[in-house]
């Protein structure tokens, strides 16, 4: 059974970081994070291609870092500069489009 847990967000003043993780369990590597703000879409902002390919939305390019540890389970998204329109619930992804339960992080002052 494929599982995934996220945490590490939380609120944080405009221009702080967090650092999120994903912990997946059942053979499945993360490889996605994703977020969804409230009446919005949900919405890819970054992923491991393989290796060290990475690639981000332009919203969060040069802010946001994501890695992986070299056990391919734990996921891991450093969220820097953040900003108000950050505020979302981030959700981890599995190759094969397993889903976490979400984390909520609010940037707020």
């Known amino acids: 059974q494929v599982q995934l847990v996220e945490s590490g967000g939380g609120l944080v003043q405009p221009g702080g970081s967090l650092r999120l993780s994903c912990v997946a369990s059942?053979?499945?590597?993360?490889m996605d994070w994703y977020r969804q703000a409230p009446g919005k879409e949900r919405e890819l902002v970054a992923r491991?291609?393989?290796?060290?390919?990475?690639n981000y939305a332009d919203s969060v390019k040069g802010r946001f870092t994501i890695s992986r540890d070299n056990a391919k389970t734990t996921m891991y998204l450093q969220m820097n500069s953040l900003k108000p329109e950050d505020t979302a619930v981030y959700y981890c992804?599995?190759?094969?489009?397993?889903w976490g339960q979400g984390t909520q992080v609010t940037v707020s002052s």
């Open positions: 491991i291609i393989s290796g060290d390919r990475t």
């Open positions: 992804r599995t190759v094969g489009g397993y």
């Open positions: 059942g053979g499945r590597k993360p």
